[in-house]
T-cell receptor
Framework: DGGITQSPKYLFRKEGQNVTLSCEQN?????MYWYRQDPGQGLRLIYY???????QKGDIAEGYSVSREKKESFPLTVTSAQKNPTAFYLC????????????FGPGTRLTVL | AQSVTQLGSHVSVSEGALVLLRCNYS??????LFWYVQYPNQGLQLLLK??????LVKGINGFEAEFKKSETSFHLTKPSAHMSDAAEYFC?????????????FGGGTRVLVKP
């Protein structure tokens, strides 16, 4: 079955540590996205990528980094510079023919202790 | 810049009653509009979308939404609520299908269904 997978579902880290969240899709979509979700704030865009080896900052990129070495994969690293990293992180992808139609993964809940 | 406002962060309805979730948007060009549903600790699932065809859009699970340009609204309705409709609902807007375009989300409305 085609879809988007995110791993792990729950992640715990100590303050000051970098952590990488995985996102993989087998939908053959060109674009991929990372969102952060906090209660009552909807979803906020962190980074997005339209093609391999290229990505752009979203609205809240500070303290995060990404890479897009393969079409299928778009990992997100939450660095120690991110002041409030505890959140629910959602990955999405969309096809070239309609970038506005985004399909979401199940999410990763990151808790920094 | 585009924006989305969802009126009411929480809505409580009785099972069998009408569900009405409000969404107003701002966009400098004719928009593409979406409603997504999120169940606890899960990703977002597309309920329905408006892409400049019919103004009344039917989606999954008995939901529908009407695009009203004069009111800049895209309210979501379901005639009869079911317990399984308890979830959080997000309205989103995009002003282009082009590359580099982004979705802008509202703050979400959490629906509680009372038996």
């Amino acid at each position: 079955d085609g879809g988007i997978t995110q791993s792990p579902k729950y992640l715990f880290r100590k303050e000051g540590q970098n952590v990488t969240l995985s996102c993989e899709q087998n939908l053959n979509h060109d674009a991929m996205y990372w969102y952060r979700q906090d209660p009552g704030q909807g979803l906020r865009l962190i980074y997005y990528s339209q093609i391999v080896n290229d990505f752009q900052k979203g609205d809240i990129a500070e303290g995060y980094s990404v890479s897009r070495e393969k079409k299928e994969s778009f990992p997100l690293t939450v660095t120690s510079a991110q002041k409030n990293p505890t959140a629910f992180y959602l990955c999405a992808s969309s096809p070239r023919t309609s970038f506005h139609e985004q399909f979401f993964g199940p999410g990763t809940r990151l808790t920094v202790l | 810049a585009q924006s989305v406002t969802q009126l009411g962060s929480h809505v409580s309805v009785s099972e069998g009653a009408l569900v009405l979730l409000r969404c107003n948007y701002s966009s400098s060009v004719p928009p593409y509009l979406f409603w997504y549903v999120q169940y606890p600790n899960q990703g977002l699932q597309l309920l329905l979308k408006y892409t400049s065809a019919a103004t009344l859009v039917k989606g999954i699970n008995g939901f529908e939404a009407e695009f009203k340009k004069s009111e800049t609204s895209f309210h979501l309705t379901k005639p009869s609520a079911h317990m399984s409709d308890a979830a959080e609902y997000f309205c989103a807007v995009s002003d282009s299908k082009a590359a580099g375009n982004k979705l802008t989300f509202g703050g979400g409305t959490r629906v509680l269904v009372k038996p």
